[in-house]
């Protein structure tokens, strides 16, 4: 069993890959299994196309119209809102998204698929410096 | 390896915090991984922040906008009605929230972030006991 | 510790149910933990009631109003649409509902509620045949 955490700087909104870290780390596992865990309510861990960043762009896009910011009409019911209006938006996003991913590791390859790529979303504004917490059974 | 059942009351939609009963049930245990499962296809696991109660309101009330009681005439078109119009949107809300949560526990601790806490979030309106099933491994 | 790949043929959207594949793979193990992942960014897992099929007509529905295909008016700001309308679309879905499963196994039952199925929910509108993984410690 190996445990990690892997440090995540985020500038504002969107997707931040980490697949080729956590790939680094898990080379030299024979059969396993890799839990990811985030350690934050305010962004997300998500496993998405890796290839077209327009993936990227349009899943940003769609989560921005169905969780827009607190200061949008259609979102005047919020009351959580003293820490800007991007805050209860990114809490929502977080209960939407994964905060938890378990992915099996077979003659030590992580059993991703082709297309797939290990993201952070990132919810808020401001920079931040995330951890994820990795676990190697 | 160790498991349990925790049982859990509601009484109507809502987050019910366990994150206590969770954290004493881990205690003692080195290094592994906490996996927690519902029994349930009408409620949900959630992990969210535990500091402002507004947070859990604004959940609450996004969800509930999203997907309205079957009266609703936005949702005309559910046929799954018999058992109340509270019933298929439970049954949408425990599709887009997680039913199993993994948490990796490292020297004695949950991995959890300060603001993290364990939730079941409830989206029937009558009275249940819901059964979670905890996994330490 | 034992791994498997599951193949699931898919012919357009819908919920395809795999439980029984999943039971029979599992009996004989006593204690432990079934990790299901699915190896692709347009489909996804789903644990839902097994019992009334109108539950999973109408789940499919309202994923379709709440991410409707790319040529709806809707969802003009989509970029990534030269694989076609169900593209974009079912990465979003894909995003919404689980890449991964996991669900404690206690005296060689699996933990399944009494209502509970386990699905793979295809986005896509033509034929499919998906990989899931099965991870059992």
Redesign the interface.
Known sequence: ?R?EIFEIDTEGPGLYEFTDQVTRWTVGQN???L?L?V???SCSL????NA?P??R???Q??FR???PPSTDPAMA????TYEGPDD?PA??K???????????V?AGRL???T??GIYLFEHRDRTHSR?V???L?
Do not use: N
């Not at 019911?77 to 959580?80: G, S």
């Not at 977080?94 to 099996?104: E, K, N, R, T």
């Open positions: 069993m445990t059969d396993g299994l839990t865990f350690r934050h309510t998500l496993i998405q196309e077209d327009q993936v762009t349009d899943l896009a769609f119209r169905l969780v019911y919020l009351t959580h209860m809490h929502i977080a209960a939407l998204l994964p905060v938890s991913l378990s992915i099996p077979i059993m991703l698929g297309w797939q951890q917490v990795a676990h059974q």
